[in-house]
């Protein structure tokens, strides 16, 4: 559906045009009069024909409101207090301020107008590269694993919103899988990196290509990531998912990921990346890595083979050792048998290394990332289908 609405109040028509809107009252808001407050991004005309497109988000075939792209998401504008500018955004559906904007504050109270209930805000994170941390080297561990851990089903339930496509080296875009905030980045932060064209769709990620080889310091070309919380050199922020948080404040950390090799059968990893810190102050890593690739090998050194974890289907592989002068443990699936799906408590896989007694300084999950870091390409449409993080 496809309906044509027009920037003035929601609460009262859906059928005026845009020209009506431009002569919204708020000019401090929308100084470039399209009818949406300048923070809060730009409209939406695909075809051009002077009527801004509607959007149904909960796909209840019904106009949400009218289609606003902000940060690379596709939105629903708000005019929360009917003076004829939208100065709030829902992104999720549920009719709801995701964002507000910062010009202003929207007046509440106003007759026949909806008061902002926030569901979500926040702002983005730097611009720099960043990378795992992690180092290759000979070939890893053994151990064998497959299945899913103990969290349930959410995988395969996202409702998808920001969209987009890349061939930047740096590019980066903040994105929602069912109202959560994730920040992506191209990451091919690599010294032996040469290009990358990857597509992505809320928290589904495709590396439609990707050339580049290990680095002199084993570093893998790229690490095309997404993450929830705190996270990259520099610190890149998503806007608030839950992270970072203190440990001693979860109750649980769930997170989920499904993903396809389609083929590739390189050296490359999936793996989780779970960042730890003082406040903000990064202090460890965790890895889980579901593909071990030939040739490649987690940092360190292989400390127990064929441990059974808490949550963690099947037997793992733990290696141990240091990455820019912190502390890392790596579970590690054993080579050739690629997990392609997970879901897992990350508190589980913490205590359990507490309790073998490795060392993962740090009072706070600061974020939970996803991706792949190819070492040697090239890697053709490599796929996430789903990745997720609840943490409460």
Request: a negative charge; aromatic letters at 8%; hydrophobic letters at 30%.
């Amino acid at each position: 559906m496809n309906r044509h609405i027009t920037l003035t109040c929601l609460a009262s028509t859906l059928s005026f045009t845009l020209a009506i809107a431009c002569s919204s009252s708020s000019t401090g808001l929308d100084k470039n009069k399209d009818g949406v407050a300048d923070d809060l991004g730009s409209v939406v005309d695909a075809n051009h024909d002077g009527f801004v497109d509607s959007i149904d988000l909960n796909h209840d075939g019904k106009p949400d409101g009218p289609e606003i792209i902000f940060n690379g998401m596709m939105c629903a504008g708000l005019d929360t207090d009917c003076d004829g500018t939208y100065d709030s955004l829902d992104c999720n559906g549920d009719g709801k301020a995701d964002y507000v904007t910062h010009l202003e504050t929207p007046k509440q109270g106003v007759p026949g107008c909806n008061p902002i209930t926030v569901g979500g805000s926040g702002g983005g994170g730097s611009t720099s590269t960043g990378g795992s941390g992690n180092a290759g080297g000979s070939n890893g561990g053994s151990g064998a694993t497959a299945g899913s851990g103990t969290t349930g089903d959410m995988l395969g339930h996202g409702d998808y919103q920001g969209a987009g496509d890349t061939t930047e080296r740096y590019a980066e875009s903040d994105v929602l899988r069912n109202g959560v905030n994730y920040k992506f980045i191209a990451n091919g932060w690599g010294t032996g990196w040469q290009s990358h064209h990857i597509t992505w769709n809320g928290t589904s990620v495709t590396v439609a290509s990707l050339s580049g080889t290990q680095g002199s310091d084993y570093s893998p070309a790229g690490y095309p990531t997404m993450f929830c919380g705190q996270y990259s050199i520099p610190p890149k922020q998503s806007m608030p998912c839950g992270l970072p948080a203190t440990i001693s404040s979860l109750s649980k950390l769930n997170t989920g990921w499904a993903w396809k090799s389609n083929g590739n059968n390189g050296q490359y990893n999936a793996a989780w990346d779970i960042w730890l810190g003082n406040g903000t102050s990064l202090s460890a890593y965790l890895m889980v890595w579901l593909r071990d690739p030939p040739g490649q090998q987690p940092a360190g050194a292989g400390t127990l083979a064929n441990v059974t974890v808490p949550g963690l289907p099947g037997t793992w592989t733990i290696w141990t050792g240091n990455v820019n002068g912190h502390p890392i443990v790596n579970y590690v699936a054993k080579e050739g048998s690629d997990v392609p799906q997970l879901e897992f408590n990350v508190l589980d896989v913490y205590h359990d290394a507490i309790s073998r007694g490795y060392n993962l300084p740090g009072d706070h999950i600061l974020a939970v990332a996803t991706g792949y870091e190819i070492w040697n390409g090239p890697v053709t449409n490599l796929q996430t289908t789903d990745f997720y993080v609840d943490a409460h």
